[in-house]
């Protein structure tokens, strides 16, 4: 024990022996080119216009941008609906003594007008938003409002968007080739098979394309989602989320993401139409294809691409997980049901279905020559 004891008392003296001195410790002066982006950073910031109004009773700047400002819009619309229903019902305007109350209301009335529980979720997170308080564990918290949705949930849950056969797809895309549109039609493949969501395949600039160097892990070409330089992180507050272009039968992909990286400065966006002009054409395109009774919509590519993939054993769930960057399993459930997919298929008619079965050789062929 006495050995023991002496063993550590030497260790701690040789420890404070080359321990530096207090002067070594302190931070070194910031260089003067640190302290010019810093002010240029700062003089920025200042310019926000919201800092006019500085009512110590109004949210901050950075209170406000906790979430998006697309974000931000949609709840001040639901918060003005419960606002105008309230009036309309003659309870006067909300406030942090009847809030629970008049939202369970709100909600009752709304599930009994035939509207479906997401309509409640959307409530909530504005409400939560407007009034932190009202956050789980907060002082005004909404004991009565939540009760309420856990029941419109059991009576009328959210619908979900069921998954388009990749036949379809390629259908689709072929069709938006054959109108002259082949960028338009390589983004549909391309967000099928990358997970994305409209938004994300939009913000793709070239830089975010990155080319395979040939050699051990890094043969096959990737996409950079929020690049940390960009400053905007994604849904989940994720920045640098990365994908790669993993599967063989999507080779064919390689020769579009060539072209893009070749033709354009690094900084310049991937594609040049909007996402409401993709949208619009996506839509005519599918109506043309005679597939409007799966309800196609641009939003369904970045749950089919998973479907196809657990369907023919390409990935787990697991790793379907990471490559969509959902948070939570019960977000990536939904794809063990490979069933709803080939349900999918038996919904259109025997002439339709034969042209679907054709179309991912005749899509891979055309966007090969891109």
Same mark, same amino acid.
């Given at each position: 024990? %006495?050995?023991?004891?002496?063993?550590?008392?030497?260790?701690?003296?040789?420890?404070?022996?080359?321990?530096?001195?207090?002067?070594?410790?302190?931070?070194? #002066?910031?260089?003067?080119?640190?302290?010019?982006?810093?002010?240029?950073?700062?003089?920025?910031?200042?310019?926000? #216009?919201? /800092?006019? @109004?500085?009512?110590?009773?109004?949210?901050?700047?950075?209170?406000?941008? *906790?979430?998006?400002?697309?974000?931000?819009?949609?709840?001040?619309?639901?918060?003005?609906?419960?606002?105008?229903?309230?009036?309309?019902?003659?309870?006067?305007?909300?406030?942090?003594?009847?809030?629970?109350?008049?939202?369970?209301?709100?909600?009752?009335?709304? $599930?009994?007008?035939? !509207?479906?529980?997401?309509?409640?979720?959307?409530?909530?997170?504005?409400?939560?938003?407007? $009034? #932190?308080?009202?956050?789980?564990?907060? !002082?005004?918290?909404?004991?009565?409002?939540? +009760?309420?949705?856990?029941?419109?949930?059991?009576?009328?849950?959210?619908?979900?968007?069921?998954?388009?056969?990749?036949?379809?797809?390629?259908?689709?895309?072929?069709?938006?080739?054959?109108?002259?549109?082949?960028?338009?039609?390589?983004?549909?493949?391309?967000?099928?098979?990358?997970?994305?969501?409209? *938004?994300?395949?939009?913000?793709?600039?070239?830089? @975010?394309?990155?080319? #395979?160097?040939?050699?051990?892990?890094?043969?096959?070409?990737?996409?950079?989602?929020?690049?940390?330089?960009?400053?905007?992180? *994604?849904?989940?507050?994720? $920045?640098?989320?990365?994908?790669?272009?993993?599967?063989?039968?999507?080779?064919?992909?390689?020769?579009?993401?060539?072209?893009?990286?070749?033709?354009?400065?690094?900084?310049?966006?991937? $594609?040049?139409?909007?996402?409401?002009?993709?949208?619009?054409?996506?839509?005519?395109?599918?109506?043309?294809?005679?597939?409007?009774?799966?309800?196609?919509?641009?939003?369904? /590519?970045?749950? %089919?691409?998973?479907?196809?993939?657990?369907?023919?054993?390409?990935?787990?769930?697991?790793?379907?997980?990471?490559?969509?960057?959902?948070?939570?399993?019960? %977000?990536?459930?939904?794809?063990?049901?490979?069933?709803?997919?080939? !349900?999918?298929?038996?919904?259109?008619?025997?002439?339709?279905?034969?042209?679907?079965?054709?179309?991912?050789?005749?899509?891979? +062929?055309?966007?090969?020559?891109?």
């Amino acid at each position: 024990m %006495s050995d023991w004891g002496g063993k550590l008392v030497r260790q701690r003296a040789a420890t404070s022996r080359t321990r530096p001195c207090a002067e070594k410790l302190e931070k070194r #002066p910031p260089k003067p080119e640190d302290e010019c982006k810093r002010a240029e950073r700062a003089k920025k910031r200042r310019a926000d #216009p919201r /800092l006019v @109004d500085r009512d110590p009773r109004r949210d901050t700047i950075l209170e406000m941008d *906790s979430v998006r400002a697309t974000t931000r819009e949609a709840y001040l619309k639901m918060l003005a609906v419960l606002v105008a229903w309230c009036v309309e019902q003659g309870l006067g305007k909300p406030t942090a003594r009847n809030l629970d109350a008049l939202v369970a209301r709100w909600m009752e009335a709304d $599930f009994l007008d035939g !509207q479906q529980s997401a309509r409640g979720n959307k409530m909530i997170a504005a409400v939560r938003f407007a $009034f #932190p308080a009202a956050r789980r564990g907060g !002082q005004l918290s909404l004991p009565r409002a939540a +009760k309420a949705l856990k029941g419109w949930r059991l009576r009328a849950p959210t619908r979900t968007r069921l998954p388009l056969p990749w036949e379809v797809v390629a259908l689709i895309a072929a069709r938006l080739w054959e109108k002259g549109l082949p960028w338009m039609s390589f983004l549909t493949v391309l967000a099928f098979h990358c997970y994305l969501r409209p *938004s994300e395949a939009h913000r793709l600039e070239v830089q @975010d394309f990155v080319a #395979p160097l040939g050699v051990g892990s890094h043969k096959r070409w990737c996409l950079v989602l929020f690049r940390f330089e960009g400053g905007l992180s *994604s849904k989940t507050n994720e $920045f640098d989320e990365t994908v790669r272009m993993d599967l063989a039968e999507f080779s064919f992909l390689e020769a579009g993401l060539a072209t893009i990286t070749r033709r354009s400065p690094m900084s310049a966006k991937a $594609f040049v139409f909007t996402q409401i002009e993709f949208a619009k054409n996506f839509g005519a395109a599918a109506a043309n294809c005679e597939v409007e009774v799966l309800k196609p919509e641009p939003y369904q /590519l970045r749950h %089919s691409g998973p479907s196809y993939d657990r369907a023919l054993g390409k990935r787990t769930l697991a790793e379907i997980k990471l490559r969509g960057r959902w948070k939570s399993d019960s %977000s990536v459930r939904r794809y063990e049901k490979a069933g709803r997919v080939t !349900q999918q298929l038996h919904r259109l008619s025997a002439r339709v279905r034969a042209k679907t079965l054709n179309a991912p050789a005749l899509i891979a +062929k055309r966007l090969a020559t891109l």
